[in-house]
């Protein structure tokens, strides 16, 4: 009653062991080398959890704004290639082009894939906003170079700009 098929977990679905060959040809004893198997609904749900796990997809971040995927060959084939890297205090893959486009694994510890969300938001607000007191830093020096009038108040309103972009950034750290 209630028997469901899947595929044979001791020689994964092939019906056959490679490192068995030299018994009966490497045939597995378990399916009989049928690649199937029967099973009660119990372990057919804990089958189909042990896939979803092996299946979470990876979670992507792109300059502060999230996206998911299934698989390494979507996020490849639209960001290019990656790195190992690690971003604050987490392991992740960073493209090539850009460290703030970054992946990682999905875990089934929710708390944990939150924690990383934390974790690499407030890395990438710490790079923001040091390269923000960078180029204020350039255009001061640049005011201070400047005879002309009107260049200086042109660089002043975009020292303007950038702090009120970095205000902006420190009200969202916290
Ligand atoms: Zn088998």
Same mark, same amino acid.
């Given at each position: 009653?209630?028997?469901?098929?899947?595929?044979?977990?001791?020689?994964?679905?092939?019906?056959?062991?490679?490192?068995?060959?030299?018994?009966?040809?490497?045939?597995?004893?378990?399916?009989?080398?049928?690649?199937?198997?029967?099973?009660?609904?119990?372990?057919?749900?804990?089958?189909?959890?042990?896939?979803? /796990?092996?299946?979470?997809?990876?979670?992507?971040?792109?300059?502060?704004?999230?996206?998911?995927? +299934? #698989?390494? %060959?979507? =996020? !490849?084939?639209?960001?290019?290639?990656?790195?190992?890297?690690?971003?604050?205090?987490?392991?992740?893959?960073?493209?090539?082009?850009?460290?703030?486009?970054?992946?990682?694994?999905?875990?089934?510890?929710?708390?944990?894939?939150?924690?990383?969300?934390?974790?690499?938001?407030?890395?990438?607000?710490? /790079?923001?906003?040091?390269?923000?007191?960078?180029?204020?830093?350039?255009?001061?020096?640049?005011? +201070? #170079?400047? %005879?002309? =009038? !009107?260049?200086?108040?042109?660089?002043?309103?975009?020292?303007?700009?950038?702090?009120?972009?970095?205000?902006?950034?420190?009200?969202?750290?916290?």
């Amino acid at each position: 009653m209630n028997k469901i098929m899947i595929p044979c977990r001791n020689c994964k679905g092939k019906g056959e062991l490679s490192h068995f060959k030299h018994v009966e040809g490497g045939r597995c004893f378990k399916c009989n080398g049928t690649s199937q198997e029967c099973v009660n609904r119990e372990t057919y749900e804990s089958y189909q959890q042990t896939l979803n /796990r092996a299946d979470n997809g990876y979670t992507l971040f792109n300059n502060g704004l999230i996206e998911y995927y +299934k #698989n390494k %060959k979507e =996020i !490849e084939a639209k960001y290019g290639i990656f790195k190992c890297y690690d971003y604050g205090n987490c392991s992740v893959l960073a493209s090539y082009r850009d460290d703030n486009i970054l992946y990682f694994d999905i875990s089934n510890d929710d708390q944990h894939n939150k924690k990383m969300l934390t974790e690499i938001n407030k890395e990438f607000n710490l /790079r923001k906003r040091k390269k923000l007191l960078n180029e204020i830093r350039t255009i001061e020096k640049s005011v +201070k #170079n400047t %005879k002309d =009038i !009107e260049i200086k108040s042109i660089f002043k309103s975009a020292i303007l700009d950038l702090k009120k972009e970095l205000n902006f950034l420190e009200t969202c750290v916290q």
